[in-house]
């Protein structure tokens, strides 16, 4: 498999540090990967500038920056909630016959981290891995609206409504009315807002610090779903999302 040469060099230099070297001079980076000075310092200012290594004024030596640690963070807690929340996402399953969806804020999207097919209804659009637009599916809204107003505001900074479908949410003014309406009522729908013929619903999960964890959704093809049994799903969403919050120690 060809690989590309200035990925690998990064991640060469990455590999460097550890316990016995967590600050190093860049000569003997450039001893230990056999990169010329010139190359090695372009390579340490584009590293430098998104934050994957930082640079001690004092000495000059580099060192690992805190966008590692960030990333890091974010692995380990999608692993965690990932394990903790399977068993009910299984059992939401079971108990409707839908697909049901975990995901979590990665930037300015929403990914989904697990998903269990429904027997009723087969959801072919998602995937696990797969980034999810915030506007205009139920995770997303959930995801943003229960952010602090710090965060949700860098997230919608610069944000892009594009339309998946005519119902999508297509300004900053309608996606914050529909935030307050969220966060009100505790819940999200996506009313083929993404996917024509797909209706959605979400509820969030919160941490011990009274944080947006995760999201769970629901997704039910519209034809075989009335109202009443989309209500009562909701009600099955807020149990799990109460269940599972005070499962990772957070107290309503």
């Not at 919050?245 to 309503?252: E, P």
């Amino acid at each position: 498999m060809p690989t590309i040469q200035s990925v690998d060099r990064a991640l060469q230099i990455l590999d460097l540090f550890d316990d016995q070297n967590r600050e190093i001079k860049i000569t003997d980076i450039s001893a230990r990967t056999g990169l010329n000075k010139s190359t090695l310092h372009a390579l340490l200012k584009t590293m430098q500038a998104r934050g994957y290594i930082d640079q001690n004024e004092d000495n000059g030596r580099y060192r690992l920056g805190m966008k590692l640690v960030e990333r890091g963070n974010f692995v380990i807690s999608s692993i965690d909630i990932r394990k903790i929340c399977n068993s009910f996402l299984v059992s939401l399953s079971e108990q409707t016959g839908q697909t049901v969806h975990l995901g979590i804020l990665d930037g300015k999207h929403g990914v989904y981290i697990d998903k269990v097919e429904g027997q009723a209804a087969v959801i072919t659009y998602s995937r696990i891995g797969r980034q999810l637009p915030l506007h205009c599916t139920a995770i997303g809204k959930v995801l943003v609206a229960f952010q602090d107003r710090e965060t949700r505001d860098r997230i919608l900074t610069g944000y892009s409504y594009e339309a998946a479908t005519p119902r999508s949410i297509g300004s900053e003014a309608a996606f914050v009315k529909e935030l307050t309406s969220v966060r009100e009522q505790g819940y999200a729908i996506d009313d083929q807002e993404h996917v024509k013929g797909v209706r959605c619903t979400a509820v969030p999960i919160f941490d011990d610090k009274g944080k947006i964890a995760a999201a769970i959704s629901l997704s039910t093809l519209t034809p075989i779903v009335n109202n009443r049994d989309f209500e009562r799903y909701i009600g099955l969403l807020n149990s799990v999302s109460s269940e599972i919050s005070a499962l990772i120690g957070h107290r309503s």
